[in-house]
């Protein structure tokens, strides 16, 4: 029994690590004007069909001659979100429409005739994915479960998320092998090819150039 606690609580603290270290704090100075090159972007890779949570917290407020805009897009160009004039916190929730990578992006620009002092913002980032993205208290309310049976559950919905991923991995891993043993086959016959041809003309060369020197009397 205590040996099952002990891994009970080593898996508990393990989890809560992996779900704090998706919080990011970052400074973003604003700019002049709009400019694609200037967002600060932070990425992470999705499964189709998951829950993911974004919260930012921006400092300053609005007036401040600063105007930060948010944007929530997708690799393959799924749109999530356009906040703008983001102050305080904002908090988007969406489920990913594709397996690719999304990227949450900020731009602060100046705005107005009065420039700040301090022309940055300070920005506050958290990022929950899947079983992390749940409301478990709310979970735990409706299910009446003991505060051990939510994490377990928890912890239950983060391995086999894991295992979703890793199944995932292995596929897209299969799939890459077998585009490079094709690719490697198509690459062997081409080079035969390409051999047969060069030893083809080389001989009817050797063909002709005989038989134009035979009709000049050369050989």
Partial sequence: MAGSRTLLHFLCTFFLFLSC??????????YPRYDK?????IR???S??????VTATVSGSRGDGMVVNMNIEDAVGNEYGKPRDVVG?????????ADAAF????MNVLSGSNQPANSYRHVELDIDIGADAKDWSAVQATEKLKPVETELRRIEE??????????????????????????????????FATMGMLVSLG???VIYLRAYFRSKHLI
């Fill in 203 to 205: 001989a009817w060369q």
């Fill in 21 to 30: 270290t998706n919080a990011l704090k970052f400074d973003i100075t604003a």
């Fill in 89 to 97: 916190e904002q908090r988007m929730a969406f489920t990913s429409h």
């Fill in 44 to 46: 992470n890779f999705v």
């Fill in 103 to 106: 990227d949450v992006c900020f």
């Fill in 158 to 191: 983060l391995v086999a998320e894991i295992v979703s991923e890793m199944e995932y991995l292995r596929a897209r891993e299969q799939k890459l092998r077998d585009t490079n043993e094709s690719t490697n086959t198509r690459v062997k016959w081409f080079a």
């Fill in 37 to 41: 090159k200037w967002e600060r972007c």
């Fill in 48 to 53: 189709k069909d998951t829950l993911v949570v």
